[in-house]
């Protein structure tokens, strides 16, 4: 089985301010590893993922994570927020054979001017 | 391509009645998967079914079923509804393991 620690619940940040959510996992089996992005009353959006291969992926529109194995890690970064990426962010994790992924509590970015 | 869709977006029901939901996968997609997202517990899985089949099944009482349909369509059925069962119900598909593909969900009111 896998867990996953968001380890803030809310993240306040200024508009064009770096922001880093942070998320661990645990697992005894390889897994894959998602950032998912929710705006109010809606579903859930992929941001990014890791499959496998370089450790650093990135989406469309500026956000970054990097899987560091040693450290259990899948840290999201973007270096310039926007009033826009006003959400609530979910780190998850399934394993490489399953479809079940296995969500962390969130973290609720707000930006403001 | 069309996305994942989902009926009713919203529901309103009383303790002890039963409800349906119904989801229709990214076409082309045989993975359907089930999750309850509440503001306490977060979003739990539920089930997920592939070719019919249930694959994999969440820690939820019997209550909650789910079946899929030869076109790839899904239902989940919630019988005798509690007030904690009120939550956002969300169905993702996926064509291969690494990526899931969220509808936007059903908002279930228990009163």
Request: charged residues 15%; contains cysteine; proline residues 4%.
């Amino acid at each position: 089985a896998q867990s996953v620690t968001q380890l803030d619940s809310q993240v306040p940040v200024f508009e064009e301010a770096p922001v880093e959510l942070r998320c661990n996992y645990s697992s005894s089996v390889s897994v894959y590893l998602f950032w998912y992005v929710q705006y109010p009353n809606q579903g859930l959006q992929l941001l990014l993922k890791y499959l496998s291969g370089s450790t650093l992926v990135e989406s469309i529109n500026g956000f970054e994570a990097e899987f560091n194995k040693s450290q259990t890690s899948f840290h999201l970064r973007k270096p310039s927020v926007h009033i826009s990426d006003t959400a609530e962010y979910f780190c998850a994790v399934s394993e490489q054979s399953g479809y079940a992924l296995n969500f962390g509590k969130g973290t609720s970015l707000l930006v403001t001017p | 391509k069309a996305g994942v869709t989902q009926t009713p977006r919203y529901l309103i029901k009383t303790r002890g009645q039963q409800v349906t939901l119904s989801c229709s996968p990214i076409s082309g997609h045989r993975s359907v998967s089930w999750y309850q997202q509440t503001p306490g517990q977060g979003l739990q899985f539920l089930f997920e079914y592939f070719s019919e089949t249930q694959r994999n099944k969440g820690n939820f009482p019997g209550r909650f079923s789910g079946r899929q349909f030869s076109n790839s369509r899904s239902e989940m059925n919630v019988s005798t509804l509690e007030l904690g069962d009120s939550a956002l119900y969300l169905c993702a598909s996926s064509r291969e393991a690494d990526t899931q593909y969220f509808g936007p969900g059903t908002r279930l009111t228990v009163l």
